[in-house]
């Protein structure tokens, strides 16, 4: 990962001194959001919840040929009002980046869930933690990335310095392939933590009309510090019944340790659209959360976005 250093620096460095910018195109896009999550362990919490964000855009071709963007977005997440940000530069050889952002700029993030959802994946809000998830553990709070596809293979590399508690820098890549045959794309990634955790995922996907399968197997491994491995096998289909209309169906069994039971992941959703306004409602179920025999989950979430 040295090298995916050098390069980002040296691409940085060449499109800053080598060339002004010769014009701007500005945009600036957002929406807000009412939602509804109905968990059956927390019915004492309210459920309707809001969300709003505003992204500010802008690129630019430099004199070189090269083209570099930015990207802000305010929201209301935490204290960190623009959580999501980056800088990229496309060299016509990749795209050079460094970011802040919620599954990051490059490597395994960008292929951690290929599975397709209407709505909401069936791991989520069920659980406070989604087990299996290759990326879960990744840092993307400064993240330098690099990505190009040539010839239907695409590459997707990670890097964060110091990117976890202890100290140790955050690695990762991904490869995927989409001429092996036309509507299939197949991938695999990597990623390492540096000090307590490695991960991979490997997947299939198929896309015909309007129906996308796809099939994805993933694993954490935690180097004995004491968390328990985590398995996953997580597969789904999604139908786009007209431009407006998506329903999906979905299941995730995932493997703990060396618990007896299996966490078991199954959801339905649908999604629909009207101009700006998209309304989505999935149901999700969790068996034995954890691995824990008998603990169940069932969430309802619903939402109404509003777009501009």
């Known amino acids: 990962m040295n090298k995916l250093t050098k390069i980002s620096m040296t691409a940085l460095s060449t ?25 059956n362990t927390t019915s004492d919490t309210n459920p309707w919840s809001m969300g709003d964000s505003i992204t500010f855009s802008t690129s630019g071709e430099l004199d070189n040929g090269m083209t570099v963007s930015v990207s802000l977005e305010l929201d209301d997440h935490g204290s960190d009002a623009y959580d999501d ?11 050079v980046g460094f970011a802040h952002s919620v599954g990051g700029i490059g490597g395994i993030g960008t292929i951690a869930n290929k ?13 406070a933690v989604d087990y299996g998830q290759a990326d879960q553990k990744m840092s993307s709070a400064g993240q330098w990335g690099y990505k190009h596809t040539v010839g239907g293979v695409g ?10 508690t202890n ?11 989409a001429d092996l045959i036309d509507g299939m794309e197949v991938g695999y990634g ?17 896309v015909t009309g309007g129906i996308t399968v796809a099939y994805q197997k993933s694993k954490v491994d935690y180097e004995s510090t ?15 019944v007209n431009d407006d209309l998506s329903v999906s169906v979905g299941r ?10 299996e966490e078991e992941n199954t959801g339905v959703s649908a999604s629909y659209t009207m101009g700006s306004v998209k309304i989505g409602l999935g149901f999700n179920k969790a068996a034995n959360v954890g691995g824990s025999a008998g603990v169940d989950n069932e969430a309802t979430a619903g939402s109404i976005t509003f777009s501009f």
Do not use: C, R
């Open 15 to 39: 499109a800053l001194i080598a060339g002004s910018v010769q014009a701007m195109d500005y945009s600036i896009s957002g929406g807000a959001s009412i939602a509804y999550t109905g968990v």
């Open 115 to 127: 599975v397709p959802n209407a709505f909401t994946p069936v791991f989520q809000a069920t659980n």
């Open 167 to 177: 100290g140790g820098a955050d690695t990762g890549w991904s490869l995927s392939y």
């Open 226 to 240: 004491g968390t328990s491995d985590e398995d996953a096998t997580h597969y789904g289909i999604s139908l786009a």
């Open 190 to 206: 990597q990623q390492d933590d540096g000090t307590t955790s490695e991960a991979e995922t490997a997947y299939v996907k198929y």
């Open 155 to 164: 590459i997707s590399l990670g890097y964060t310095p110091g990117g976890n």
């Open 252 to 261: 995730q069994d995932v493997e703990i340790g060396t618990s007896a039971s």
């Open 85 to 95: 940000k980056s800088i990229k530069i496309d060299t016509g050889n990749g795209v």
